[in-house]
T-cell receptor, first 114, second 110 residues
Framework: QQQVKQSPQSLIVQKGGISIINCAYE??????FPWYQQFPGKGPALLIA?????SEKKEGRFTISFNKSAKQFSLHIMDSQPGDSATYFC?????????????FGQGTTLQVKP | ETGVTQSPTHLIKTRGQQVTLRCSSQ?????VSWYQQALGQGPQFIFQ???????GRGNFPPRFSGLQFPNYSSELNVNALELDDSALYLC?????????FGPGTRLLVL
């Protein structure tokens, strides 16, 4: 119930292509869904986030699509660039919790080939 | 940059020892969380401090403890280190919305 399942584990995309990473959850108490980008040796950096009352959010080349009924959400990276090569984590927060605790997916390692 | 700093950046300890990791933030946020990130895994919530009190804890044993100071800086203490404690330890300042992470401390337990 507290898990967030992320796929694929790794992804290779050509420069200019679209990268798509998917996440699924079970707990309907989750009310906030951020995506983090992590480069080797660095901490995760917030990329984009969405609430379940919105089906899509776009910021530059990054888009979150959210399907509340299916309990799934995905990150789309348009015009993928070699600099996007990193590990991406989806996460979810339980709105009924008194903390901002985030539950993370297992991560997707993205490689964008020049 | 999140303005969250952690020290040290790397640390090597032996099994059974104790370790203290430190975190500070320029954000002024009064909430700090600690996460453990094992190699190839997503971060796992250890605990959160709000106004110097622990107000939430993940599935970690009592040998993981923490402190938050009046200036909102924080420490993570781990006693009786085990090999499985080898990981990246992340500190994050938290708003109600989300967590902003520091660069982490890489701990290796031999």
């Amino acid at each position: 119930q507290q898990q967030v399942k992320q796929s694929p584990q790794s992804l290779i995309v050509q420069k200019g292509g679209i990268s798509i990473i998917n996440c699924a959850y079970e707990n309907t108490a989750f009310d906030y869904f951020p995506w983090y980008q992590q480069f080797p040796g660095k901490g995760p950096a917030l990329l984009i986030a969405i609430r379940p009352d919105v089906s899509e959010k776009k910021e530059g080349r990054f888009t979150i699509s959210f399907n509340k009924s299916a309990k799934q959400f995905s990150l789309h990276i348009m015009d993928s660039q070699p600099g996007d090569s990193a590990t991406y984590f989806c996460a979810a927060r339980n709105g009924s919790s008194n903390t901002g605790k985030l539950i993370f997916g297992q991560g997707t390692t993205l490689q964008v080939k020049p | 940059e999140t303005g969250v700093t952690q020290s040290p950046t790397h640390l090597i300890k032996t099994r059974g020892q104790q370790v203290t990791l430190r975190c500070s933030s320029q954000s002024g946020h009064n909430t700090v969380s600690w996460y453990q990130q094992a190699l190839g895994q997503g971060p796992q919530f250890i605990f959160q401090y709000y106004r110097e009190e622990e107000n939430g804890r993940g599935n970690f044993p009592p040998r993981f403890s923490g402190l938050q100071f009046p200036n909102y800086s924080s420490e993570l203490n781990v006693n009786a280190l085990e090999l499985d404690d080898s990981a990246l330890y992340l500190c994050a300042t938290a708003t109600r919305e989300t967590q902003y992470f520091g660069p982490g401390t890489r701990l290796l337990v031999l």
